[in-house]
């Protein structure tokens, strides 16, 4: 038995173990149920007594090396398997995160204003609750105009001379403009107007425009043509021709709406522009004498031309898009096609 104990001990001190399982196994070899130490013990009943002290002293320090021996091997085998285990790759790229963009209203509002920028324009802006006098009667509306009634405007107060409302257009931004600005004038103003109407796939109540002005000496139809042109080229692609049909506005003399060439179809007639080849775009003019006056310009020195469009429509018919309501519904999937939406 002796020797067996002894043998044992140096076993233990050469004992390697490269994983936890090695270990493992080496305690079921010695410690197990059928372990040699366990073997050992089993023995150690018949020893003869003289003999018990000093083979039970010897087989509790060798139990007990075995034990902490074992216990070494495990801890030192999983250490190692922690150093082994593959690297974090530093380089690799990190989690996203979802970042939102800007709507679609937003990208053409802008690039309606840099496009006129790039022609020279500022930018205006004005108060959305404005009075009468700004949205209607310095814009030569006469005073039984319908858009002044309550079906088509959202008034704030009435029953006063000039009774507040939500502007109906950014016209009225012409007429603060004029009315503290030094001439000559080159603006555009983008804004939010309101309506009193049904929601449906082709109105809203509320809805976006950006509204254009030019005064100085000698302007011309033929100046107002020209910027339209370019802008319509610059939006909606260098191939864009324009037709100006005539129209009237209050605030306009002449005035015309005017007609891209659908993108589409390039003129051969699609559902998008229900056959015609063209689609409306703006309502525009030289602006009425009238108004000039009204804000202290003289007609007989300056001339100008204004034109009006409404953001939504453009956006729309720049992406197909066949119902209004999707641009104020924010739902993530419609708004997330815009993410990658260029910039002019
Ligand atoms: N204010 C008009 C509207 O709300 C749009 C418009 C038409 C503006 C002709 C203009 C213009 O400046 O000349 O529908």
């Given at each position: 038995m002796k020797e067996a104990i002894e043998q044992i001990f140096k076993e233990l001190n050469e004992l390697k173990a490269q994983t936890a399982k090695e270990a493992e196994e080496a305690r079921i070899r010695?410690?197990?149920?059928?372990?040699e130490i366990t073997a050992l013990m089993e023995q150690f009943r018949s020893v003869a007594p003289e003999l018990k002290r000093e083979y039970g002293q010897k087989l509790n320090e060798l139990k007990k090396a075995a034990t902490a021996r074992i216990e070494e091997l495990k801890s030192l085998a999983e250490v190692s398997a922690v150093a082994d285990a593959p690297k974090e790759d530093l380089t690799m790229p990190g989690d996203a995160f979802p970042l939102g963009s800007r709507h679609p209203v937003s990208i053409v509002r802008q690039q309606i204003v840099d496009i006129f920028r790039k022609f020279g324009y500022d930018v205006a802006e004005g108060p959305e609750i404005e009075d009468d006098y700004h949205v209607f009667e310095a814009l030569n509306f006469?005073?039984?105009?319908?858009?002044?009634?309550m079906q088509d405007t959202f008034f704030v107060?009435?029953?006063?001379l000039n009774p507040l409302l939500l502007?109906?257009?950014?016209?009225?931004v012409q007429v603060r403009t004029m009315e503290t600005q030094p001439l000559p004038i080159r603006v555009v103003c983008p804004g939010r107007v309101f309506r009193n109407e049904a929601i449906s796939a082709r109105a809203h109540c509320i809805f976006h425009q950006v509204e254009g002005l030019y005064i100085d000496k000698d302007v011309t139809f033929a100046d107002l043509k020209q910027a339209i042109l370019l802008f319509a080229r610059e939006m909606f692609g260098p191939e864009t021709e324009i037709r100006m049909r005539p129209s009237y506005f209050?605030?306009?003399?002449?005035s015309a709406e005017v007609d891209v060439s659908c993108n589409i179809c390039h003129g051969k007639g699609c559902n998008i522009c229900k056959g015609t080849g063209w689609l409306e775009i703006m309502g525009c003019g030289m602006v009425d004498p009238n108004v000039l006056k009204a804000s202290g310009i003289d007609p007989a020195q300056y001339s100008g031309f204004a034109f009006g469009m409404g953001v939504e429509r453009i956006a729309m018919l720049k992406w197909q898009v066949n119902d209004l309501r999707h641009y104020f519904e924010n739902d993530m999937r419609f708004l997330g096609e815009f993410a990658t939406a260029t910039e002019v």
């Open positions: 010695f410690l197990g149920k059928k372990g006469p005073p039984n105009h319908p858009a002044r009634e107060s009435s029953g006063h502007r109906t257009h950014t016209s009225s209050p605030f306009t003399e002449p």
